[in-house]
C-alpha cells in the first residue's frame, strides 16, 4: 500500500493563508467527544449507576441520546438520567426531565434529551443512571446511549 502524505501549506488552488486560520491555535480549537454507554442487546435492561467521563478541561453539552434496540412492552419501563459534578460540588441532572423508555417508544427510536445545564468544568464526572421497572412487562433490549461533549483542550 503506497503511503499518502498531505501538505496542508500547499494545497493547488487554495488560499494559504485560510488554510492556516482555519487549522486554529491550540487555545482556539474546540474538542467534540461523543461519549457512548450500551447495555447488552441479548439482556433485558437493567439497574445500574456509572461513571461515563471525567473531563480533561470546561465545556459545552451539546446533546443527548437514548436508543433501545427493542423497547419495553406492557406495564415494563426504563428511565435513563445523566449527572455532571464532582465530589467538592456535588451532583445535579443535566436534564430538565429523564428519558423514558416504555411501551410506547419504537425499537430502534432515538430518544432526545432536554438540556437543562449545558456547560461543565474541568474535572467533572458524568455520570449515567438506569432505572428500571419491569412491574410485569417485558423489559426492553440493547440500550445505547450517546452524549455529546465539546470541550476545550487542557
Request: net charge negative; hydrophobic share 40%.
Amino acid at each position: 500500500m503506497a503511503q499518502v502524505v498531505f501538505d496542508l501549506d500547499n494545497i493547488p488552488g487554495a488560499d494559504l493563508s485560510v488554510q492556516r486560520a482555519h487549522r486554529g491555535s491550540p487555545d482556539t480549537m474546540i474538542q467534540q467527544y461523543p461519549v457512548v454507554y450500551n447495555q447488552s442487546d441479548a439482556a433485558a435492561v437493567a439497574d445500574a449507576t456509572s461513571i461515563l467521563y471525567t473531563s480533561r478541561g470546561a465545556g459545552t453539552i451539546e446533546r443527548l441520546t437514548v436508543t433501545p434496540k427493542v423497547a419495553p412492552l406492557t406495564t415494563a419501563s426504563y428511565t435513563v438520567d445523566v449527572q455532571v459534578g464532582n465530589e467538592l460540588t456535588g451532583y445535579v441532572t443535566i436534564l430538565n426531565a429523564v428519558i423514558t423508555a416504555d411501551s410506547t417508544t419504537a425499537d430502534k427510536e432515538v430518544l432526545l434529551g432536554s438540556l437543562d445545564v449545558t456547560a461543565y468544568s474541568a474535572n467533572d464526572n458524568f455520570i449515567i443512571i438506569v432505572d428500571e421497572t419491569t412491574a410485569g412487562g417485558t423489559q426492553g433490549t440493547g440500550l445505547n446511549m450517546t452524549l455529546w461533549l465539546r470541550e476545550q483542550p487542557s
